[in-house]
């Protein structure tokens, strides 16, 4: 494959390096996130939208809510956000990207220090990571959702928005565990965690069984998962 190099990215292109394991980031406070000690670093801001619904898939799968993450340019998941500017706040940061990156109608839904849900930081990249949710109705979901499609940055950084199954399937891995086996940006499947206990979203035993069984399949069947004859 040709390498062709990061070019202007160069600056920013270790912060999104994979690799990083739950350890490496620690939870800290918003307001010592702001402090001294983190003023050299880069910060990031990223923000859950959902709503919660009652639909069932075939009588049987509780769809609980419907959330937005979104297919990154990188072939990641994530959520929606971004960089923050320098001298731009974390909570203008992720309303700025939310309008580019899915046409968030900052009029009406525009994200308040209140939705701030966490805030990480990552000592070996220097970088802060803010995590912000916001709940609305169904039908503010589905518009907020049609519109992604007319988004400026849709089509390039953003090649789609998904919904995450929450619920497990049958045979026990496929639904959330499945979905936990993705590859993810940053931190963005434990923030995907801690927004369904945080907003109650799930109960805390049913998230337990989806990380167990997603990480018992990752363990047991990594090997073949997904793999067709053209790829040995
Ligand atoms: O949803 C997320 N949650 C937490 N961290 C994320 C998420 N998406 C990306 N990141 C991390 O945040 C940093 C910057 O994010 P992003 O790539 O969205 O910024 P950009 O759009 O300004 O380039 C990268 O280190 C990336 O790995």
Request: glycine letters at 10%; hydrophobic letters at 35%; charged letters at 25%.
């Amino acid at each position: 494959m040709t390498d062709i190099g990061w070019g202007n990215l160069a600056q920013y292109e270790h912060y999104g390096r994979v690799g990083d394991i739950k350890e490496d980031f620690d939870i800290i406070s918003y307001e010592d996130s702001k402090g001294e000690l983190y003023s050299s670093f880069k910060h990031a801001s990223h923000a859950m939208l959902f709503a919660r619904n009652d639909t069932v898939l075939w009588d049987l799968y509780k769809s609980r809510a419907a959330i937005m993450m979104q297919m990154r340019f990188d072939g990641l998941l994530g959520f929606p956000g971004g960089l923050v500017d320098p001298g731009e706040n974390p909570l203008d940061g992720v309303n700025r990207e939310l309008e580019e990156e899915i046409g968030l109608d900052l009029c009406k839904h525009k994200l308040q220090n209140s939705d701030q849900v966490v805030s990480f930081v990552n000592k070996s990249k220097n970088l802060v990571l803010h995590f912000y949710g916001k709940e609305v109705t169904v039908n503010d979901f589905s518009e907020i959702e049609m519109k992604t499609l007319s988004a400026p940055d849709y089509g390039n950084e953003t090649l789609g928005m998904i919904r995450p199954p929450l619920y497990t399937m049958g045979d026990g891995y496929r639904g959330l565990p499945a979905f936990l086996s993705n590859s993810y940006a940053g931190n963005s499947r434990q923030e995907l965690l801690i927004g369904l206990q945080h907003f109650k979203i799930l109960e805390q035993d049913e998230i337990e069984k989806a990380v167990d069984s997603w990480k018992t399949f990752m363990k047991t069947n990594r090997q073949t998962c997904g793999l067709t004859n053209t790829d040995s």
